[in-house]
C-alpha cells in the first residue's frame, strides 16, 4: 500500500510534516484562515514550552510570527522577515538553533537543504553546557532533525534523534504527546496499525493529563488530531470497535467547542467533515449501510468552497461502495463520474485516491454488466497498488522494536561502562585501604611482641571499638523509632488531605471536570500513602521485640466478621464473597488484631486481582489439632515466576489489581510473619488466568 494520499489524509486526520505540505496544497481554505489549527499540529512542543532559561523573547516572538505567515500561506513574507531577523541574532541565543529549526519548513521538497538547516541548529548545542541549560530548545531541534532524516528516509537515524529526544523529556511533559506522535506516525507509514493507534492513544492521554498552560483552543486542535489518528489506526487494524470508541469521542469533542463557540465555525466544519467521513467508512466495514449512508450525508451536506471541493473525493467513493452494496447503481455510476472529476482537477493532491477509484470503478463495471473492461480495470489497480508498495518498501523493512531495543541496550551500555568505572574506583580504594590494613596489622604484632603494654593498649582499643559498635547499634535504634514516629505523625496531615479533597468534591458544585479529576486525583493518592505507611509500621518500622500474647478466640466468628466487613469493598467491583463453614464455634489460641490483620490482607487481595462480577469463596474447617482457612478467588492467578517471591517484603513480583489498584508488596509479608509467629504455616496454589487459592494452618 502506498503512503497515504491527500484525501485520505484529511479523512484521517493524521499530520506528519511531511503530509501537512499536501494537506496545504489540497486544501487552502483551512491553511488561510487556521494558522492556530496548524501551528498546534505542527509545533506541539512551542505550545507546552515551559523552562527559566528561554531565548530572547524579542527575537522568539519574531520567528513565531514568521511561523505564523508561513502557516497562513505567507512563506515569501516569513522568508524576507527571518533573513532580516539573522542579523540580529547573537550566536550565543538559542534562538539560533529555532531560527534554523524554522527555516527546514520551508525545504520539505528538498532533504539536502532540510537537512542542512537542521544540522546547523544542531551545532548550536555542541558547546558547553547548552543541552542542560536550553533543553526545550534543544529537545526541538532534536525532533527537527529526526523529521529531516525521515524525509531523507533515513529511517534509523530519525528514530535516534527521536530516542535522544525522549530522554530529555521530563515524565508529565507535553511534549510526550509530540513524541509520541512521531513514533505512531512511523509505525503508521509501516501498516503496523496496531502499535501507530496505541502510540496516537498515548499521546491523547498525555494532553488529557497535561499540567502545563494550554489554551482550550489549542487542547481542541491537539486532541482533535490524537483521538482521530487513533481511531483510523484502529480501523485499519480491524479493531472496529476501538475504532468507533475514538471516533465517536472526537465527533462529542468537535460538538461540545463547537456550541461552546470556542473556536471559528471553518475549524468545526472541517473537522465535523471529517469526523462524518470517518465514520461512514467505519460502518461500511461493519456492514451497517444504511448508518453508513447518513453519516456520509451528513459529510456532503456541510459547505466547502468550490475551489477545494478535492476533499470531497473520500466521502464520495465511500458513498460508491454505499450505492454498489445496496445495488444502486445509478447513484454509484454518478458518485463515480463527480469523483473522478474531482480527481482530474486536483490530482496533484490526491493522487493516492486513484487506485481506490480504479478498484471501485472495475467493480462498478463488473456488477453492470461488463466484465471486459472490469478486468481492464482490476488490472489497472494492481499495477498502481504494486507501484505504491514498491516506493515505501524500504520504510516497511525497518524493524523499529529492534532499533528501539537496540538504542536502548547503547545506553544501558552506557550506564553499565560507568558503573563499571565506579566500581574500579571502589576497588582501587579498598586496595588502599587493605594495604593499610596489612600495615597495621604488621606493625601492631611487632609492638605486641615488643611490649606487654602495647598489648594492653590494643586490648584497651578493641574496648573501645565495641563500646562504639554498641553505640552505632544504639543510634540505629533511635533512628528506626524516629522513623516510627514519623510515618506516625505523617498519617494526620494525610487524612486530613483526603477528608479535604473529598469535601471539595461534593460540596462545590462549581468545579469542572478537569478540578474534580484532580481533586480526586489528590485524594488517591493520599490514600495510597496512606496505606503505605501503615503497612510500613506494621512491617519493616514495626517493633519486633514486642511479645505475641495470644488468648482462645472463635476464629471462624473472626474470620465471618472480617468477609461481613469486606463485602462492601467486594461490592464496588459487583463481586460477592461466599463463606462457607459449619454454624459452630471454632476455637484456637490466636492473637485477634494479628490474626485479623491476616485475614483482612487476604481477602483485600482476592478483591483486588478479581475481576469484576465475580465470587470469592471463604472457608475455615477445625479439624483435631490445627484450623485451616481457605480464600478462593478467580482472578489473575500469580505467574510461575513470581511464586518464589511472593511471601518477601517488598517483593518485585507486584502487580496492579484488575482496576488498577496499587500493590505495595507487604501484605503477603506481614500475614507470613504473623502466622508462623503462631506457630502455624501459610501457602497457596495458583494458575495463570485461572485464580488463586491461600491457605492458612493454625495450632488449636
Known amino acids: ?176 504527546s509530540n513524541l509520541a506522535s512521531k513514533i505512531g506516525g512511523i509505525y503508521y507509514d509501516q501498516r503496523k496499525y496496531l502499535l501507530a493507534a496505541r502510540y496516537f492513544a498515548d499521546s491523547y492521554n498525555v494532553l488529557a493529563n497535561c499540567n502545563e498552560k494550554l489554551t482550550q483552543q489549542k487542547l481542541f486542535f491537539l486532541k482533535q488530531g490524537a483521538l482521530n489518528n487513533s481511531g483510523f489506526s484502529y480501523e485499519l487494524a480491524g479493531k472496529l470497535d476501538s475504532a468507533e470508541y475514538y471516533y465517536l469521542a472526537d465527533l462529542k469533542l468537535i460538538k461540545a467547542t463547537d456550541s461552546l463557540k470556542l473556536i471559528s465555525k471553518y475549524y468545526t466544519d472541517g473537522a465535523l467533515e471529517i469526523a462524518y467521513d470517518n465514520l461512514g467508512g467505519l460502518n461500511i466495514k461493519k456492514g451497517n449501510f444504511t448508518l453508513a449512508e447518513e453519516y456520509l450525508d451528513k459529510c456532503m451536506a456541510i459547505s466547502m468552497d468550490d475551489r477545494h471541493s478535492g476533499v470531497r473525493i473520500p466521502p464520495l467513493l465511500k458513498l460508491t461502495q454505499v450505492y454498489l452494496k445496496k445495488g444502486e447503481y445509478q447513484k454509484a455510476g454518478d458518485a463515480l463520474k463527480r469523483s473522478k472529476y474531482l480527481l482530474d482537477s486536483y490530482f496533484s493532491a490526491n493522487s493516492g485516491s486513484l487506485p481506490k477509484w480504479t478498484l471501485l470503478y472495475a467493480e462498478y463495471l463488473s456488477l453492470t454488466g461488463k466484465p471486459a473492461e472490469a478486468y481492464r480495470y482490476q488490472t489497472d489497480y494492481s499495477r498502481l497498488k504494486d507501484s505504491a508498495d514498491n516506493n515505501s518498501s524500504d520504510l516497511y523493512r525497518l524493524d523499529v522494536e529492534r532499533e528501539l531495543n537496540t538504542l536502548q541496550q547503547e545506553q544501558s551500555l552506557v550506564v553499565l561502562k560507568q558503573k563499571n568505572n565506579l566500581k574500579k574506583l571502589y576497588l582501587l580504594g579498598i586496595g588502599v585501604v587493605a594495604m ?146 459449619v454454624d459452630e464455634e471454632i476455637v484456637a489460641p490466636i492473637n485477634r488484631e494479628s490474626i485479623w490483620r491476616v485475614f483482612n490482607n487476604l481477602i483485600i487481595n ?57 500493590p505495595f508488596g507487604l501484605g503477603l509479608s506481614i500475614s507470613k510473619k504473623i502466622i508462623e509467629a503462631h506457630g502455624g504455616r501459610i501457602w497457596f496454589k495458583s494458575r495463570p488466568d485461572k485464580g488463586t487459592v491461600f491457605y492458612v494452618e493454625l495450632p488449636r
Open 606 to 662: 482476592a478483591i483486588k486481582f478479581s475481576h469484576e462480577g465475580t465470587e470469592i469463596s471463604v472457608d475455615i474447617v477445625g479439624k483435631a489439632n490445627t484450623v485451616l482457612i481457605t480464600v478462593t478467588d478467580n482472578g489473575i492467578g500469580i505467574p510461575e515466576r513470581d511464586k518464589d517471591t511472593i511471601f518477601e517484603m517488598f517483593t518485585p513480583a507486584k502487580k496492579t489489581g484488575t482496576r488498577g489498584e496499587q
Open 1 to 176: 500500500m502506498a503512503k497515504q494520499n491527500k484525501s485520505t489524509i484529511f479523512s484521517s486526520w493524521y499530520y506528519t510534516p511531511d503530509l501537512f505540505m499536501a494537506y496545504k496544497t489540497a486544501y487552502p481554505i483551512f491553511a488561510k484562515n487556521s494558522s492556530l489549527l496548524v501551528c498546534t499540529l505542527l509545533l506541539l512542543l512551542q505550545a507546552c514550552k515551559k523552562h527559566p532559561d528561554t531565548p530572547n523573547a524579542t527575537i522568539k516572538r519574531q520567528i513565531d510570527i514568521a511561523d505564523s505567515l508561513y502557516i497562513a500561506d505567507k512563506s515569501d513574507d516569513a522568508k524576507v522577515l527571518l533573513a532580516k531577523l539573522r542579523a540580529r541574532i547573537n550566536p550565543a541565543d538559542p534562538s539560533i538553533s529555532l531560527y534554523y529549526c524554522q527555516w527546514t519548513q520551508y525545504y520539505h521538497s528538498n532533504p539536502a537543504v532540510m537537512n542542512a538547516y537542521a544540522d546547523s541548529a544542531i551545532a548550536y548545542f555542541d558547546y558547553g553546557s547548552r543541552k542542560t541549560d536550553y533543553p526545550d530548545a534543544y529537545f526541538k531541534t532534536l525532533l527537527t532533525k529526526g523529521d529531516a532524516c525521515l524525509k531523507a528516509a533515513k529511517y534509523i537515524l530519525a528514530l535516534r534523534y527521536y530516542y535522544r529526544a525522549r530522554d530529555i523529556l521530563p515524565g508529565t511533559s507535553c511534549d510526550n
Open 436 to 581: 593499610l590494613s596489612v600495615v597495621i596489622i604488621v606493625l601492631a604484632y611487632r609492638s605486641l611482641n615488643r611490649s606487654r603494654q602495647a598489648n594492653i593498649n590494643a586490648a584497651l582499643q578493641n574496648s573501645r571499638l565495641q563500646a562504639s559498635l554498641a553505640q552505632v547499634e544504639l543510634l540505629n535504634t533511635n533512628y528506626i523509632r524516629v522513623m516510627r514516629v514519623m510515618a506516625h505523625d505523617l498519617r494526620n496531615p494525610l487524612s486530613g488531605i483526603m477528608g479535604l479533597t473529598a469535601m471539595i468534591r461534593e460540596e462545590e458544585s462549581n468545579l469542572n471536570e478537569e478540578n474534580r479529576h484532580l481533586l480526586k486525583l489528590i485524594e488517591s493518592t493520599s490514600k495510597s500513602s496512606l496505606e503505605m505507611i501503615n503497612e510500613l509500621l506494621e512491617s519493616g518500622l514495626a517493633d519486633h521485640n514486642n511479645t505475641l500474647e495470644t488468648q482462645l478466640q472463635d476464629v471462624r466468628a473472626l474470620l465471618f466478621d472480617s468477609v461481613e466487613l469486606l463485602q462492601f469493598k467486594a461490592n464496588e467491583k459487583q463481586q460477592y464473597i461466599r463463606f462457607d463453614s
